[in-house]
């Protein structure tokens, strides 16, 4: 089935530090991508989505780029900020599966000290 | 403005006891999502619905029941016969235009029995 995998956290980094976060991802067929945010105690915000391989999904600074050949989508940012503390989820839809609901990986939480 | 409201933000149960979660989306979006997030753990797919009067079972649908008798509503009851509810329950909704089917979640609710 599909899955998603993340990289263990907790990530600390020190404020203006470059942040990736590694996810892969295993589908059938050619799935979406996502990468959510979760501030404490708060639903899900949708971050950035690519649709299609070589697409580059961006918002806020955050990147991630669909890269079908290594199946990875991983989330990065230049200078990250003390705001920036939570935990990042990254997603896939896979069109061809009926359901259409979002597999998940199990999250990595960002703490960044100033 | 739109968007998903789940309420109430807090729930506390005794052991035994039956116990509806409510969700109301206006976004006009036809699928909805329930989820179940444990502490360090990724969301789990509870039960999802794609239309009115129907809805589907998710990967942890034992002790957990569904109505969708409105477009804009789904309801979720934790009844006594999950073996563990307490958890963080989020809500989601997308469209089913188009291809990546993005979801977009409600605030959640933390679920406390004892």
């Known amino acids: 089935g599909d899955s998603v995998t993340q990289m263990e956290g907790p990530v600390t980094l020190s404020e203006e530090a470059f942040l990736t976060i590694n996810c892969t991802y295993t589908?059938?067929?050619?799935?979406?991508l996502f990468w959510y945010v979760q501030y404490p105690g708060e639903g899900l915000q949708l971050l950035l989505k690519a649709t299609k391989a070589d697409d580059k999904g961006s918002n806020k600074g955050f990147e991630a780029t669909y890269r079908k050949e290594t199946t990875s989508f991983h989330l990065e940012k230049g200078s990250v900020q003390v705001s920036d503390s939570a935990v990042y989820f990254c997603?896939?839809?896979?069109?061809?599966?009926?359901?259409?609901?979002?597999?998940f990986g199990s999250g990595t939480r960002l703490q960044v000290q100033p | 403005d739109g968007g998903i409201t789940q309420s109430p933000k807090y729930l506390f149960r005794k052991e035994g006891q039956n116990v509806t979660l409510s969700c109301e989306q206006n976004?006009?979006?036809?699928?909805m999502y329930w989820y179940r997030q444990d502490p360090g753990q990724g969301l789990r797919l509870i039960y999802y619905?794609?239309?009115?009067?129907?809805?589907q079972k998710g990967d942890i649908a034992e002790g957990y029941s569904v109505s969708r008798e409105k477009k804009e509503s789904f309801p979720l009851t934790v009844t006594s016969a999950q073996k563990n509810p307490t958890a963080f329950y989020l809500c989601?909704?997308?469209?089913?235009?188009?291809?990546?089917?993005?979801?977009?979640f409600g605030p959640g609710t933390r679920l406390t029995v004892t």
């Open positions: 997603a896939l839809s896979a069109p061809d599966t009926g359901r259409r609901a979002l597999t």
């Open positions: 619905s794609q239309i009115v009067n129907d809805f």
């Open positions: 989601a909704s997308s469209s089913l235009a188009g291809i990546s089917y993005e979801q977009y």
């Open positions: 976004l006009n979006h036809d699928a």
């Open positions: 589908a059938t067929g050619y799935p979406s």
